[in-house]
């Protein structure tokens, strides 16, 4: 089982349209990471957050810790916002593992023109 | 700064060889973290340093992988003797104690064994 749970999977989207990416996770947490890979391959670090809300121009993330659910915003899409999501939390009651981090499968995300 | 370094940036070997990937953190990161991606399992952590200490290494598949950190500015993480199976992309990844959970990536070393 996953502790870690992404939705959707893949994501058709048209330019300008918003975008919501789900995350929910089943163990308690201290804080949590989007990250966005390009299709290149390179991984960046969106956000961490631990708690309400976090805003970088078009994205917004948000999160619910009682409810161990997180939700990434994209607003008005766009084609180079197409890349894989990922949501990552680290579960820091696994003994010590202060940083490391659990994965979920992504949500690979295509903006058309 | 230049951001994590990795090299190589593709690896292909045969069956049986030894491969060493290598890892530059960020200077001034003490927290050093070896990640694996495969289509079938996503991304994994395989190990973490802090302070160039390994300190959590049970997601190191079996005895053919080992990593080290002699200093605080070079990892490897070595695979001997290499399978197809080990085909994947590695990631190192690195972060200090007062963003302890905000993680730095490398490119990556997309390595094929065939």
């Known amino acids: 089982k996953n502790e870690v749970e992404q939705s959707p999977q893949n994501l058709t989207a048209q330019e300008g349209e918003f975008i919501t990416i789900n995350c929910s996770y089943s163990?308690?947490?201290?804080?949590l990471h989007w990250l966005q890979q390009h299709p290149g391959g390179g991984i960046v670090s969106l956000f961490m957050?631990?708690?309400g809300k976090k805003k970088h121009g078009r994205l917004i993330a948000t999160i619910n810790i009682q409810e161990k659910h997180s939700s990434l915003h994209i607003t008005a899409s766009h084609p180079r916002d197409s890349a894989v999501y990922i949501c990552a939390v680290p579960l820091a009651d696994r003994g010590s593992t202060l940083g490391r981090l659990y994965f979920g499968r992504g949500t690979q995300l295509t903006v058309w023109p | 700064d230049a951001g994590v370094i990795q090299s190589p940036r593709h690896e292909v070997t045969e069956m049986g060889q030894e491969v060493t990937l290598r890892c530059k953190p960020i200077?001034?990161?003490?927290?050093l973290f070896w990640y694996r991606q495969t289509m079938m399992r996503g991304l994994e952590l395989l190990i973490y340093?802090?302070?160039?200490?390994?300190?959590?290494d049970s997601g190191m598949p079996e005895d053919r992988f080992s990593a080290k950190m002699p200093n605080a500015s070079f990892s490897t993480l070595k695979i001997q003797p290499s399978e197809p199976r080990d085909s994947a992309v590695y990631f190192c990844a690195s972060s200090s104690w007062g963003q302890a959970y905000e993680q730095y990536f490398g490119p990556g070393t997309r390595l094929t064994v065939t």
């Open positions: 340093f802090n302070n160039n200490v390994p300190i959590d």
């Open positions: 200077s001034g990161h003490d927290y």
């Open positions: 957050l631990s708690s």
């Open positions: 163990v308690g947490i201290s804080a």
